[in-house]
């Protein structure tokens, strides 16, 4: 008679032990379904910041970028230098269709962006210098880095310009 109970119990507490670890792994299975893309999430913008920086130069002024460390600003980096043309988009971003797309594997994309972003929106294969926030962003704006200095000469340059892109080498 003990056998019979001794066994019986032993059956539920492992099945009781088996469902609750089956529980706490689903958990991270369900955040990984509702990421349509199937990737890890985005890491916070802070602990994504590289120390490589850029140099926008036109008109005798000076735009500093200190890029993120993600694949499409690495795939970026590796095409300078540069020199492009940069126009006005809708009063609130400068922007440059490239020669050659970036790579955007494995990447997660913004919903917003703000004043001072380098972006890359993949659709057009364009960059993108945000001179003001954009509240009605796209989901298909990867950002590329963020301005250190120089937003203002930016914000005050009216019409198409020429920009020489170059790696900043210290």
Known sequence: MKKPFCLSSI??????LAACSNN???AADRDNTNNPLNQAP???????ISDTRIKLTFNDKEVLVRMYDNPASKDFLAQLP???????YIGKEK????QKRLSIDGVQAEDLSKKGDFAYYA????????????????NDLIILGQIESGKENVENIHGNFTVKIEK???
């Open 11 to 16: 059956l539920v507490t492992s099945l009781a």
């Open 24 to 26: 706490n792994s689903s």
């Open 42 to 48: 985005e890491q916070p913008k802070e602990d994504r």
């Open 82 to 88: 540069l020199t492009v043309t940069f126009e006005d």
């Open 95 to 98: 922007v440059s269709i490239l």
């Open 123 to 138: 659709p057009w294969g364009n960059v993108a210098i945000f001179y003001k926030g954009f509240e009605d962003a796209t």
């Open 168 to 170: 900043v080498t210290k």
